[in-house]
T-cell receptor
Framework: GAGVSQSPSNKVTEKGKDVELRCDPISGHTALYWYRQSLGQGLEFLIYFQGNSAPDKSGLPSDRFSAERTGGSVSTLTIQRTQQEDSAVYLC??????????????FGPGTRLTVL | GNSVTQMEGPVTLSEEAFLTINCTYT??????LFWYVQYPGEGLQLLLKATKADDKGSNKGFEATYRKETTSFHLEKGSVQVSDSAVYFC?????????FGAGTTVTVRA
């Protein structure tokens, strides 16, 4: 019975490398969110996908960050040319489509990214 | 814009003590309000929610009431247990996204 799954659970990379983080939402959830949890900034919204609509990218901190959602399900968050300030836990969440409780989001366990 | 301000911790309590964590918000329109909890080594879990003014959310002995007049959503529990030790986040849902408070670390001692 699946909740939101994320992989990898931990990722250590060197500064300047690209990384990809994966999220598999709950089946039937059309909305998918990425958030970042870091010591200095707390929990921040990054990007939101709803069905086939254009994503809301307003929370992405720089153009090094991008995300895709293929087939309305799995999503990949890509960080290019990683910097040490990108070190954080990246959380994925999903929620039901309307007319259900679209405001209630279910979170995955997160990917802890460490940039050396 | 949307923002959430919650009581800073850490908070340390003895078992069976009363817990209150204050939370106030700023938002346009009529947001839904949430408390999420993060137990040590675990992910974020929904604790309770309220979707409109005067609604009370409750779960696991915790309660919070949506107060529009004071723009608040304070979390309370009458008798805490060691297992309630966690980080608690107040959040609001508006503009299709969650905005979180900074989190309050609660430690309950036996």
């Amino acid at each position: 019975g699946a909740g939101v799954s994320q992989s990898p659970s931990n990722k250590v990379t060197e500064k300047g490398k690209d990384v990809e983080l994966r999220c598999d939402p709950i089946s039937g959830h059309t909305a998918l969110y990425w958030y970042r949890q870091s010591l200095g900034q707390g929990l921040e919204f990054l990007i939101y996908f709803q069905g086939n609509s254009a994503p809301d990218k307003s929370g992405l901190p720089s153009d090094r960050f991008s995300a895709e959602r293929t087939g309305g399900s799995v999503s990949t968050l890509t960080i290019q040319r990683t910097q040490q300030e990108d070190s954080a836990v990246y959380l994925c969440a999903s929620s039901l489509p309307p007319p259900f409780s679209t405001d209630t989001q279910y979170f995955g366990p997160g990917t802890r990214l460490t940039v050396l | 814009g949307n923002s959430v301000t919650q009581m800073e911790g850490p908070v340390t309590l003895s078992e069976e003590a009363f817990l209150t964590i204050n939370c106030t918000y700023t938002a346009t329109g009529y947001p839904s309000l949430f408390w999420y909890v993060q137990y040590p080594g675990e992910g974020l879990q929904l604790l309770l929610k309220a979707t409109k003014a005067d609604d009370k959310g409750s779960n696991k002995g915790f309660e919070a009431t949506y107060r529009k007049e004071t723009t608040s959503f304070h979390l309370e529990k009458g008798s805490v247990q060691v297992s309630d030790s966690a980080v608690y986040f107040c959040a609001l849902f508006n503009d299709y996204k969650l905005s979180f408070g900074a989190g309050t670390t609660v430690t309950v001692r036996a």
